[in-house]
């Protein structure tokens, strides 16, 4: 996007850029690098069977771009340059886990028999992709002590809907129209946008002063109209919810379901099973705990584990095994309980196989092991900064530090500036103002992949900008980052007025 004030930049200047009114900074697009009468390959001759595609033949031009192959490859190497990104960076955004994607993974994922498989093959052909899920779900219900797990949701976000409406299924049954979901303030958006596509009513839930859910607020909020408590654990601060078992007894005598937002589960998995924290559904993220992809929305995986009582309105297709194989339960008349299908197979099944091959490859051992080294990271971060930075609340932590902008007080420099800064360190920021519950937010999540060399690179980075912060430089932040493709973006033009189409000249 054009932006004023951005400085040209005329090394290497592009003339196909500069004539459609961009500077050399931007790759211009594939579209407008192509000549129509270039092909980068040579086809054969029409064989002569094609024919039969007799009056169904296309009879103009599609506007596909004609390039040279290096042209293509210039132009996605270019642009994989411009990104930022966890195999080339060290990418600690708070809440959402950007951490490494084993390369075991990737290879599994792309075996010719996963890869190639269509979801409308005959079910005889397809009995080791369905064994495939059938496994992670027995690893997904054991980890987290639940019965029944729902498989096919394409986010975390998805399994968010998927479980509420299986809440307001299972009300339904009982003969109850429950109106209001209760979701503390510090709920990730998806929470409360959840509950009002489901038609509910959202209350917040104030966070009290040690960050966690306020109990008494909430005790007095409960009532007969109550449908559901959408609460995520650790919260979104990094913190445990310590009242979890009052809050699940308290939410049960109300009559109303216990929600747990799992997107958090890489700081617990291996060590408490959400069941016995009296969890009546939950999702996963498969990306956060374990290590699957997590880009530009998806395709992604957050599959819901049921309690008993649940489990009969889960979603369409499920899988089953009997004495002959495994089958699928596809239809309503077999499942006449169930809220129907969210997807139209059965998920993504790219990130199943990651996500088992993780499983499979730490053990049981290792995923302990992995929280453990969550948490450690977490920590060690937060006791690195606490002096030169203000920590949000008094620690321990469990996956995330997080820190708000106490610290900058009269400064001039803003969270944005420093974590702008930071870009130019090569270092992704750290999410940003949320959660809302603090001022100027700055939550960090160094997962557990990171090693303590680029730890102490980081806390050595944030220290010398939190210290030059206090010098009071205003002028030296708010031009960063300097070393981008681009600087600072117009993100309020970017929001308002998005290109999302290109249109030949
Ligand atoms: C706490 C929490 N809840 C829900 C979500 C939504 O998950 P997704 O982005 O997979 O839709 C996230 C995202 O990472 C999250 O951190």
Known sequence: MNQPGRPAHTAGANPVAIANGRDSAEEPLIFEQGQEQRCGVDL?????????????????KIGLPGLSEPQVVRHYTRLSQKNFSIDGNFYPLGSCTMKH????????????GFADLHPMQPIVTVQGALELIDQLAYWLKTLTGMPAVAMSQAAG???????????????????????????????????PATAAALGFVVESIPANAQGRV?????????????????????????????????????????????????ANFNAIVGRVRPADLGVDAMHINLHKTFSTPHGGGGPGSGPVVLSAELARFAPLPYVIRDE??????????????????????????????RALAYMLSHGADGLWQVSGDAVLNANYILASLKDVMTASFEGPVMHEALFDDRFLKDTGVTTLDLAKALL?????????????VVHGAMLIEPTETESRETLDTFIATMRRLAEHARSGDVEWFQQAPRHTPLRRLDETLAARHPVLRWTAP
């Open 214 to 262: 306020d109990l008494e607020v909430f005790k007095a909020k409960l009532g007969p109209d109550v449908a559901a408590i959408m609460l995520t654990n650790p919260n979104t601060c990094g913190l445990f919810e310590r009242d979890m078992l009052e809050i699940a007894q308290a939410i049960h005598a109300a009559g109303a379901y216990f929600y747990c937002d799992g």
């Open 44 to 60: 054969p001759a029409l064989p002569a069977y094609q024919q039969r595609l007799a009056g169904l033949r296309r009879q103009g």
């Open 424 to 436: 130019d360190e090569g270092i992704h920021p750290m999410t940003m103002y949320f959660p809302l």
């Open 324 to 353: 002959t194989g495994f089958k699928l339960v596809e239809h309503g008349k077999d499942a006449p309980d169930s809220i129907g299908r969210l997807k139209g197979f059965h998920g993504q099944m790219g990130m199943f196989i």
């Open 101 to 112: 994607n084993p390369r075991l993974n990737e290879k599994l994922a792309r075996l010719q």
């Open 157 to 191: 976000a998805q399994g968010e809907f998927c479980g509420m409406a299986v809440i307001k299924a299972a009300l339904a049954a009982r003969g109850e129209t429950r109106t209001k979901v209760l979701a503390p303030e510090s709920a990730h958006g998806t929470n």
